[in-house]
């Protein structure tokens, strides 16, 4: 298996544009996470879902985030407008329920707002 | 909630010997997970070991093991002959099975330099 897939890797944009980040998760797998991280806050949940339902958005910072998961084999993250202070790493992370239980995280999408 | 504590943010270690980094957790439930996972900076989070709490032996995998002492709520990783490519972000992290929902919950971390 390719692991889980994010996209973009790099993203530079402008205050006010809107931001989509994309996640392929591992084949099979019945949760999907995103996370955010950054220096000052280490890494936060934002949300995530089992399948394809989401489970807890509490972690969502505020409206201008939504996040969907249209199918077992596809999510996004979106952040309109977007702002300096989203700027970070975003992680897509994705699990079995069953044992082992580990998470597999993607390489990340890094975001940088001007 | 359960709550993940990491109460070293920096350790360092000389190439070729032993540390160990500590974790504690926070939970009323009785059978969950616990990992470490390694954060090169590359930024990739790796896992580098899996603890079942049902288990009383420690997990091993290879140069890496742990100390998990579920009555005192600890899950400490020891790193043996440590090598430069060990220096890494590491995050304890918990995952409940007893609950519907199975969050992770993530430690803070502990930023581990490995000097030559």
């Known amino acids: 298996d390719a692991g889980v897939i994010q996209s973009p890797r790099h993203e530079v944009t402008e205050m006010g544009q809107e931001v989509t980040l994309r996640c392929k998760p591992i084949?099979?797998?019945?949760?999907l996470f995103w996370y955010r991280q950054t220096m000052m806050r280490g890494l936060e949940l934002l949300i995530y879902?089992?399948?394809?339902?989401?489970?807890?958005d509490s972690g969502m910072p505020e409206d201008r985030f939504s996040a969907k998961m249209p199918n077992a084999s596809f999510s996004t993250l979106k952040i309109q407008p977007s702002e300096p202070r989203d700027s970070a790493v975003y992680f897509c992370?994705?699990?079995?329920?069953?044992?082992?239980?580990?998470?597999?995280f993607g390489e990340g999408s890094r975001l940088t707002v001007l | 909630a359960q709550t993940v504590t990491q109460s070293q943010p920096e350790m360092s270690v000389q190439e070729a010997e032993t540390v160990t980094l500590s974790c504690t957790y926070d939970?009323?439930?009785?059978?969950?997970?616990l990992f470490w996972y390694k954060q090169p900076p590359s930024r990739q989070m790796i896992l580098v070991i899996r603890?079942?709490?049902?288990?009383?032996q420690n997990a091993t995998e290879n140069r890496f093991s742990v100390n998990f002492q579920k009555a005192a709520k600890s899950f400490s990783l020891k790193i043996s002959d440590s090598q430069l490519g060990d220096a890494a972000m590491y995050f304890c992290?918990?995952?409940?099975?007893?609950?519907?929902?199975?969050?992770?919950?993530f430690g803070p971390g502990t930023r581990l330099s490995v000097l030559p």
């Open positions: 992370a994705s699990s079995f329920r069953a044992y082992p239980g580990e998470l597999f």
């Open positions: 084949s099979g797998h019945d949760y």
């Open positions: 879902f089992n399948n394809n339902v989401p489970i807890d």
């Open positions: 939970t009323s439930e009785s059978d969950y997970y």
């Open positions: 603890q079942e709490a049902y288990k009383q």
């Open positions: 992290a918990y995952r409940s099975v007893e609950n519907y929902g199975q969050n992770f919950v």
